[in-house]
């Protein structure tokens, strides 16, 4: 359970290089919706949050794809996984660019998401042995911007096209780089894929396969931390707007500025994280400390009012953004590196577990927030919740090491 990644002599950064753009450009495809929902609402004529239930969808059931992976990364390589992930990608952008109905919106949040749990496993796959130990949590950080970095760009970009394109159109526009991305990738397939073993395997089998992980007491203690860190990510993004809008009395654009800085902090960080897990912290305790990061933000957060000065409401975003947005590539780091062997199983567990939290806990977030009348409470059950992640994350075997 304790392989360690295969040394190498410096940084892999082609295998980087690539897996980063496949990672930005099917995360710009994930939040390309999110990012015209007003005038898809407006030109099919339903309500824009039918639209917004988009990312939930593709998250759903890139669950599923993100345990079925590890199999099927094995077998026909992990290249060929970045392909699917970027073919699906492309499938979502014909069907949703082209699109007359909701369902059809819906038809190509699943296209998306049949593939898009892939992403991390496969280029953990591919990273995790051409990384030297040295600078391996820093390494899957810069790998985990794409996350950030897809959101910003479809948030910039495609809003402008709808004006010129119309929203299809603007959709439209990514299928180049997505399809220039597939033609590129075979270029190292044969080199990066060599490790593919074209073993079958049962589905039920590959289904289960990663949560025979948990049989470790620190994946145990990960993926409850990875869970908990996950959904507090997404309460955070979910909801930061409305409550800086009606709780803070700021605008609407003043608060959107708000969000994008924590979205940057979080990109900025991830790196950071990464070095200070390989150089002054083990990764254990790098998240231990991310989850006291996230609950002083979240409780903060909860206090939030109109006596607040801007400047500390930024404040306290910025720390929410460079914890609960800063965490994942460690994350994944310290999957591959509980994996050992079976790392690309771990990194499929740690996907479908991430999924599951940022898709549950905004909705009991939501609920809470609706019973009570108050976010200050709620925020304050969630800053509980990030402190216990931290404490198992900070107590176990390897957070010693």
């Known amino acids: 359970m304790n392989e360690q990644p295969r040394d190498a002599e410096s940084t892999p950064i082609w295998p980087l290089a690539a897996t980063l753009a496949v990672q930005t450009l099917a995360t710009m495809s994930l939040y390309s919706i999110p990012a015209v929902a007003p005038a898809v609402a407006r030109d099919l004529g339903v309500n824009g949050e039918l639209v917004g239930g988009f990312v939930a969808t593709a998250y759903g059931v890139g669950i599923v794809s993100a345990l079925l992976s590890p199999a099927l990364i094995r077998r026909y390589g992990g290249v060929r996984a970045t392909q699917a992930v970027l073919l699906a990608a492309l499938g979502m952008l014909v069907i949703a660019g082209t699109a007359q109905s909701v369902l059809a919106i819906a038809v190509s949040a699943v296209v998306l998401g049949l593939a898009y749990g892939a992403a991390a496993p496969a280029s953990t796959h591919l990273l995790a042995p051409r990384t030297p130990r040295r600078v391996f949590n820093m390494v899957m950080s810069l790998r985990q911007i794409g996350v950030p970095l897809g959101g910003v760009l479809a948030a910039l970009e495609l809003p402008p096209l709808v004006g010129l394109l119309g929203w299809r159109g603007a959709l439209l526009t990514q299928i180049v780089p997505v399809a220039a991305l597939i033609v590129l990738m075979e270029i190292p397939r044969k080199t990066w894929d060599s490790d593919r073993?074209?073993?079958?395997?049962?589905?039920?089998?590959?289904?289960?396969?990663?949560?025979l992980l948990?049989?470790?007491?620190?994946?145990?203690?990960l993926s409850a931390g990875a869970f908990v860190y996950s959904g507090l990510q997404l309460c955070f993004v979910a909801f930061m707007t409305v409550h800086l809008t009606t709780i803070v009395g700021l605008g609407l654009v003043q608060a959107g500025?708000?969000?994008?800085?924590?979205?940057?902090?979080?990109?900025?960080?991830?790196?950071?994280?990464?070095?200070?897990?390989?150089?002054f912290l083990t990764p254990m305790q790098t998240l231990a400390v991310h989850g006291v990061g996230m609950a002083a933000a979240a409780a903060l957060t909860g206090q939030f009012s109109t006596a607040w000065p801007i400047w500390a409401v930024v404040l306290v975003v910025l720390l929410a953004g460079c914890t609960a947005g800063g965490y994942t590539g460690v994350a994944y780091a310290q999957y591959a590196h509980l994996g050992g062997a079976r790392r690309t199983e771990a990194s499929g567990l740690g996907t479908a577990l991430m999924?599951?939290?940022?898709?549950?806990?905004?909705?009991?977030?939501?609920?809470s927030v609706a019973a009570r009348g108050s976010y200050g409470l709620s925020y304050a059950a969630f800053a509980v919740l990030a402190l216990g992640a931290a404490a198992l994350l900070g107590t176990s075997r390897t957070a010693r090491s």
Request: aromatic share 10%; charged share 20%; proline share 7%.
């Open 197 to 211: 073993d074209p073993i079958r395997h049962r589905l039920v089998t590959t289904l289960v396969q990663p949560f």
């Open 214 to 221: 948990l049989a470790d007491r620190d994946i145990r203690r």
């Open 257 to 279: 500025q708000i969000l994008a800085l924590y979205q940057i902090a979080g990109s900025v960080s991830r790196p950071i994280w990464g070095w200070i897990a390989d150089r």
């Open 355 to 367: 999924f599951s939290g940022g898709m549950l806990m905004p909705s009991v977030f939501a609920a």
